[in-house]
């Protein structure tokens, strides 16, 4: 159908937490995420909007104890996901 489907934002923010560094790139203007040493406990997902194939957002995460949140957003939110440890 020409958009995301629900494991492509997954496979997004894996990435990002298995990187070695965060870097700039096509999904994020700036992320400091790291992946905990645990197996998450929980995870959360709210999707909000479509995403289109080839469509770009910024990926914000922030960081609370024993949480990671991620939001998708553009000209609106597209996603949140929030991984609890």
Do not use: C, W
Not at 3 to 9: C, D, L
């Amino acid at each position: 159908n020409g958009h995301m489907n629900n494991t492509r934002y997954f496979d997004i923010i894996d990435d990002l937490l298995n990187s070695s560094e965060a870097q700039e790139g096509e999904h994020s203007e700036r992320s400091d995420a790291r992946r905990p040493a645990a197996v998450p406990k929980k995870v959360l997902a709210n999707y909000l909007s479509e995403l289109r194939l080839g469509d770009k957002f910024a990926l914000n995460q922030y960081k609370d104890t024993g949480t990671l949140y991620f939001e998708g957003t553009g000209v609106k939110p597209f996603f949140r996901i929030k991984y609890s440890y």
